[in-house]
């Protein structure tokens, strides 16, 4: 599962002013000397010291900008966390709370950080306006207030909305696609430094007042120019990470349940069961932090599969032990992982994600079952397969990868259940539909923000590299919110495709190696012949989608119907993955009797849906 931990969403009303609007160019140029005219000219670099206050925390960031060439550099310190983000003017670098340091050039990344620098350096003011496309949205009013709105796609960048006050002139809002989400900034209380005009306050909005985002300047200078290095991507220089006796490598076995990783890990030397996922971070559950009496600070909101979102705070972790490799002294997120349970049949004690597949070279073995985590100063590639090259988008692996033909960037999630998602804005803007296959479409998943829903069918070619998978089960999303509907994206290649393989992930070289599992592999290329979507329930398994047209529904089971037994047996003696592989592998024509509350049985006759 792809795991997001900021969200952003505007909620305001917003009508159409029938005032005169000015055009694109005025409107720029009463914003330039409203925001001090020639006062701008000359200067070379700014910095600004802010306050920070959100989610739970207070802290402060130090931003530099090169107001020439539009590269900057943010400094944060948050609460337990610590963070450096940066754009050397052509790549964007994070270096994160765990003191790894990445470059982030997948998804919409770089085209952020491009925006970010094009409004930093005031590059709409210039002749050419740094080669922007910008046009004119009018005047639109919005709580009494007036404001000229432009659209503004910076060279190197996406489009993003400026909302200039229609009577001071000063820049109010930047509303901004990133990822799935929509960003608005808020800006206001401006002030005078050394002549210009600066907005003290600036809030970022996620829609709910809970996770606003507060920064205010608490000093703000005009300097010259600084070196390059400033804005440079740094060295990773981790030393945290270590293998017991200095051993190369250390191999553990793991469980493939609902095509998800799970194995032992020790969290400051107690054990517990995590899953292992590419597309998260390190995490514990509140049940674990709890029984390690550690303490939880902020409430941030975290984001993946489904339109919810979950709250999250941070904490510190002395040591994380998996099989005999060790991470020392991270601060990882308390998330509610816990409650996913109902959906996944089984309780995970945390994640095991980005901030450890990061230090190690990490070898999952599908065929074997086992996990191996190599140092990767002695790493070897020789036989470890094919490589694929990758970029980084936040804490995910992004390949590019084709579908049908259409290419686009594709997460690589072994926390992903599915084959193949394709994302809606993807799947709309190429034309793909279910068309005459043999399809079904509902609840196909579940994210850390509830239900996924998707059209299911035999789907066409994806080809990954060297390989090309010919009829995966490919979902094709209709979310309108969540991960699936990132644009940035052409979608998720989850374990039904990785399963195939054995997968090295070489985070330190950008590499994913691939090396086909010789022999038949279980449970592969199927999906549910019953059409139902079950969770686990007190009293046994709750039905939260019967699939129009599937035998579930056609033989009356309906969203909210409790299963009490199966084929005879109690529910609480089945486990719920076991029962959904049997209902995706049992043989079509296979009669499924469910002891349904306040139905009595419920005969289903399992068939192919794609």
Not at 416 to 430: E, I
Not at 545 to 573: F, N, Q, Y
Request: proline letters at 5%.
């Amino acid at each position: 599962m792809r795991t997001n931990f900021v969200t952003f969403a505007l909620a305001a009303s917003v009508v159409a002013s029938p005032a005169f609007a000015m055009t694109a160019a005025d409107v720029l140029a009463a914003n330039k000397q409203a925001s001090g005219g020639k006062a701008w000219d000359g200067k070379a670099a700014l910095k600004i010291q802010y306050a920070y206050d959100g989610q739970g925390m207070t802290g402060s960031i130090v931003s530099v900008d090169d107001l020439g060439a539009g590269r900057w550099v943010d400094d944060a310190k948050i609460g337990p966390a610590t963070q450096t983000q940066g754009f050397d003017g052509a790549h964007t670098w994070v270096r994160d709370q765990s003191g790894t340091v990445t470059q982030q050039d997948g998804g919409d990344s770089r085209l952020l950080a491009f925006n970010e620098g094009y409004r930093r350096a005031n590059m709409w003011w210039r002749a050419d306006v740094g080669g922007a496309g910008i046009v004119s949205d009018g005047t639109k009013t919005d709580g009494g207030a007036s404001f000229d709105v432009l659209t503004v796609t910076p060279k190197g960048g996406k489009s993003f909305d400026a909302w200039f006050d229609g009577k001071t002139h000063l820049l109010a809002r930047v509303v901004e696609q990133q990822g799935p989400q929509v960003a608005t900034t808020t800006l206001s209380d401006y002030r005078l430094y050394d002549g210009v005009e600066l907005p003290a306050k600036a809030r970022i909005s996620m829609g709910d007042a809970k996770y606003d985002q507060v920064q205010t300047i608490a000093s703000a200078t005009f300097e010259a120019m600084p070196a390059d290095a400033v804005f440079a991507m740094p060295t990773n220089k981790v030393a945290d990470f270590s293998i017991a006796g200095g051993a190369a490598s250390t191999t553990l076995p793991f469980e493939l349940i609902n095509n998800h990783i799970y194995a032992r890990v020790a969290v400051n030397g107690k054990p517990f069961t995590f899953i292992f996922d590419s597309g998260g971070v390190n995490v514990v559950t509140p049940p674990t932090a709890q029984a390690l009496g550690l303490e939880s600070v902020g409430h941030m909101q975290g984001n993946g599969g489904g339109s919810g979102h979950m709250d999250f705070g941070l904490t510190k972790v002395r040591a994380l032990t998996i099989g005999q490799a060790t991470i020392a002294e991270q601060v990882v997120p308390v998330a509610p992982l816990n409650d996913l349970a109902p959906a996944e049949g089984l309780t995970c004690d945390g994640m095991v994600g980005f901030e450890t597949f990061r230090r190690f070279v990490t070898v999952v073995d599908y065929g074997a079952r086992t996990l191996t985590f190599i140092d990767p100063a002695k790493f070897d590639a020789k036989g470890a397969g094919t490589p694929v090259p990758f970029e980084f988008y936040g804490n995910t692996l992004i390949v590019q990868a084709s579908y049908a033909g259409h290419k686009g960037g594709f997460i690589v999630d072994t926390g992903a259940r599915m084959s193949l998602t394709l994302n809606t804005p993807f799947v709309k803007a190429n034309g793909l539909s279910a068309g005459s296959a043999k399809s079904v479409g509902g609840v196909t998943g579940w994210g850390i923000g509830g239900p996924t829903r998707s059209v299911v069918l035999r789907g066409a070619p994806l080809t990954l590299g060297a390989f090309t998978i010919e009829h995966p089960v490919a979902e094709l999303s209709t979310d309108t919110a969540g991960s699936n509907s990132d644009a940035a994206l052409a979608g998720n290649i989850g374990a039904g495709v990785l399963k195939r393989y054995v997968v090295t992930l070489d985070y330190p070289h950008q590499l994913i190696y691939l090396k086909p599992i010789a022999g038949p592999i279980a449970d592969l290329d199927t999906f549910d012949r019953a059409g139902v979507w079950l969770n686990l329930d007190p009293s046994g398994f709750k039905v939260i989608d019967a699939m129009s047209g599937a035998p579930a529904e056609a033989a009356g089971l309906k969203a909210g119907d409790v299963v009490t037994a199966v084929d005879g047996r109690p529910a609480g003696s089945l486990k719920l993955y076991e029962l959904r592989r049997r209902l995706r592998d049992d043989a079509p024509g296979t009669v499924v009797t469910f002891a349904v509350k306040g139905k009595g049985d419920v005969k289903v006759t399992l068939r192919d849906l794609i």
